[in-house]
């Protein structure tokens, strides 16, 4: 004999995994943006005075 339906389990089981998967989007677009920031900050470093005096 099939169970019945329990609706309300599988809405939340589904807005839970609809969840964690943008939790997880958004921790990857915030390490991205951390390390695009970190490259612009070495780009943008003014580097330490050349001694070539060729």
Do not use: C
Not at 4 to 17: A, D, G, H
Not at 23 to 46: G, S, Y
């Amino acid at each position: 004999m099939a169970r019945p339906p329990n609706y309300s389990f599988e809405r939340k089981e589904r807005e839970r995994l609809k969840a964690a998967k943008a939790a997880e989007k958004a921790d990857a677009k915030r390490l991205q943006r951390e390390h695009d920031l970190a490259q612009a900050a070495i780009n943008d470093a003014p580097s330490a005075p050349s001694t070539d005096e060729a």
